[in-house]
């Protein structure tokens, strides 16, 4: 009878793995399951001899996967291979076809690589695994629990699904950012340039009128003196201001590989003024759909959490995250360590305690998430609305200044002349 190696979790979460007689995978599972354990990983005895086998024979073959592929690429083939599997097609036939489809790139190379991993004797979730830029840990994750459970083609809808909503709101988060972005440095760029080439020209003209009693104003001689220290050094000055922002960008990307960086960057985004609220909003949203869409998925809790925590994408709920699957591996609920560690609202603390009575946990999440990404699109238009008008008075006042100082030293002379 073939055996079957096995990684499951018991009802405390902890991490267990040996071997099972059967004659099926399906079979392999089941008895599993009569043990009280959860299955995570089930695949036959010899097929990490021919996994091996497949990855050194396909070594040299393997260049160009490496590559990131579009967040749109991923989805259409997880849609189209759900189709597939719904159909009845077997994975590897449906991987070939997709194969054949795709446009020369990354992802055809990709796709190719984890069908021949297939056909050497690996599951669909650790053929994926292998390449993380391609599929993250969230889907292969999903891939997985879509194989133990043998609902693949259902998973992979959920997942394309997850991907879209994701990307949607992502794109609208950047496209609020890019409209302001452009202003205001196109603002920039047009204060350099009065500063740097339209005022020096005036320079000659306005010092002469600070002889005798027609001294300049105290706005003038500032402006004067900040167009002074800009073309200063061949126009040094002026090169490094213009800089200034490319290099805080760098920093800020710099700062941001590190934990304690990403740590200290998030929580001052939570606390920024306008913003702080969107900030909550989106990410509230992405790790509750994350999670919701784990569970839903079959997930163990503990093991859904710990992926939630690595895709959160903001460092504060990630900490939140952790403390949370340590108190639910002590035997605490999800609402208490939620509701202690005062990084959500209390509407998310009940509706998470509620789901936790009633069993829809995943249901109560994917409301929430619902909820919250609906608020963020009302806030994002309502920061667009704010920010013009303010854009507006910024940049009207820069060059209203400048055009002020500019003609204040000719309004005091005829003051002095009358």
């Known amino acids: 009878m073939p055996v079957f190696q096995y990684q499951a979790l018991d009802a405390k979460g902890n991490e267990s793995a040996g071997q099972i007689e059967a004659l099926s995978s399906k079979e392999a599972i089941s008895k599993i399951r009569n043990k009280g354990l959860f299955p995570t990983k089930v695949r036959a005895q010899n097929a990490a001899r021919k996994v091996k086998v497949a990855k050194d024979a396909a070594g040299p073959k393997r260049r160009g996967a490496g590559g990131r ?78 194989e133990v459970g043998g609902v693949l083609d259902v998973i992979l809808n959920r997942v394309a699904d997850f991907l879209e909503k994701a990307e949607r709101l992502k794109a609208k988060i950047k496209g609020a950012m890019v409209y302001p972005a452009v202003v205001m440095s196109a603002a920039f760029l047009i204060v350099m340039g009065l500063m740097i080439f339209i005022v020096p020209t005036f320079s000659e003209v306005l010092s002469d009128m600070s002889d005798g009693k027609a001294g300049l104003p105290a706005l003038t001689q500032i402006l004067l003196n900040i167009s002074n220290w800009l073309t200063d050094r061949k126009g040094l000055n002026a090169a490094i201001v213009i800089a200034c922002p490319f290099v805080l960008f760098s920093l800020l990307k710099l700062v941001r590989q590190f934990q304690k960086g990403r740590y200290v960057m998030d929580w001052l985004k939570l606390r920024t003024p306008v913003i702080k609220k969107l900030v909550y909003k989106t990410a509230v949203a992405r790790w509750t759909r994350t999670l919701a869409t784990l569970i839903s998925a079959g997930v163990p809790i503990l093991e859904a959490l710990n992926i939630t925590r690595e895709t959160a994408d903001n460092e504060i709920y990630g900490s939140m995250l952790n403390k949370v699957q340590n108190a639910i591996r002590q035997g605490n609920t999800f609402a208490n360590p939620l509701r202690q560690s005062k990084t959500v609202d209390s509407i998310v603390v009940n509706m998470v305690d509620v789901g936790e009575e009633t069993g829809d946990l995943d249901k109560m999440l994917q409301k929430i998430a619902d909820n919250f990404d609906e608020e963020a699109d009302v806030l994002v238009g309502s920061l667009m609305s704010l920010l013009e008008p303010i854009m507006i008075i910024v940049l009207g006042g820069l060059v209203g200044t400048i055009v002020l100082a500019m003609f204040l030293p000719m309004v005091k002379m005829i003051q002095v002349l009358m």
Do not use: H, W
């Open 69 to 146: 592929v579009k967040i749109k690429t991923v989805t259409e083939f997880a849609r189209q291979m759900s189709t597939l599997q719904d159909a009845g097609l077997a994975i590897l036939r449906s991987l070939r076809i997709l194969e054949e489809q795709a446009k020369k790139g990354t992802f055809k190379r990709v796709v190719g690589y984890v069908a021949d991993d297939i056909e050497g004797g690996a599951t669909l979730s650790e053929a994926m695994g292998k390449y993380p830029k391609c599929f993250n840990r969230l889907f292969v994750n999903m891939v997985a629990a879509g």
